[in-house]
């Protein structure tokens, strides 16, 4: 059984770099078969995803985030990191981590089977 | 990106009903699509996999099927328990992916 638990500052200033943690508890399986990904949710809005990092190191990122966004991994810390820069107001939304598993290793059939609580960043002045 | 798109945006039934939500993706994705349900407060949880597997401990009245551009996730006989909003999530471009806009089924 995994848990997954995000933090973070609740309040970042316009413009600044927004700096999210996942700490990741259970077995933290860097392996063909899962990936990490971020997704986040406006206030009363859908869900976004924001990128992706594969076992391989490899990260992938919503294309409309036009290259804000990066993530790394710390396997030592069992730790999953964001950070979004040059933030505005529409960046204010919960923040989710989350891991997809990828049957028989193949990602095309992957889907999310943990997904942390979620965190509320607010951009604000 | 493969945008998906969900329809209808809001849906009203009652305890007892039937309901269909359908997701189309602008291109063939297979069967690479997920079906979420997510209530107010709490992240989502996984309801269908692969476009048509029942996700353990997920009631059998939630059901979906399609393939190729077109999907649908049914409930056959709505409880209290399911109103809530329902999100299709594309993976066949993983380890990108896609959500749909979202439905939000509420108690008529």
């Known amino acids: 059984q995994l848990q997954l638990q995000e933090s973070g500052p609740g309040l970042v200033k316009p413009s600044e770099t927004l700096s999210l943690t996942c700490a990741v508890s259970?077995?933290?399986?860097?392996?063909?078969?899962?990936?990490w990904g971020w997704i986040r949710q406006p206030p009363g809005k859908g869900l976004e995803w924001l990128g992706s990092?594969?076992?391989?190191?490899?990260?992938y990122f919503n294309p409309s985030l036009k290259g804000r966004v990066s993530i790394s991994e710390d396997t030592s810390k069992k730790q999953i990191s964001l950070k979004l820069r040059s933030v505005i107001a529409a960046d204010t939304a919960i923040y989710y981590c989350a891991r997809a598993y990828c049957p028989n290793a193949v990602c095309q059939t992957a889907y999310i089977d943990y997904w942390g609580e979620g965190t509320l960043v607010t951009v604000s002045s | 990106d493969i945008p998906v798109t969900q329809s209808p945006s809001s849906l009203s039934a009652s305890v007892g009903d039937r309901v269909t939500i359908t997701c189309r993706a602008s291109q063939s994705i297979s069967n690479s699509l997920n079906w979420f349900q997510q209530k107010p407060g709490k992240a989502p949880k996984l309801l269908i996999y692969a476009a048509s597997s029942l996700q353990s401990g997920v009631p059998s009245r939630f059901s979906g099927s399609g393939s190729g551009t077109h999907f649908s996730l049914s409930i056959s006989s709505l409880q209290p328990e399911d109103f809530a909003t329902y999100y299709c999530?594309?993976?066949?471009?993983?380890?990108?992916?896609?959500f749909g806009q979202g439905t939000k089924l509420e108690i008529k």
């Open positions: 259970g077995d933290f399986i860097s392996s063909i078969s899962y990936y």
């Open positions: 990092l594969y076992y391989s190191g490899n990260t």
């Open positions: 999530q594309q993976t066949y471009s993983a380890p990108s992916m896609s």
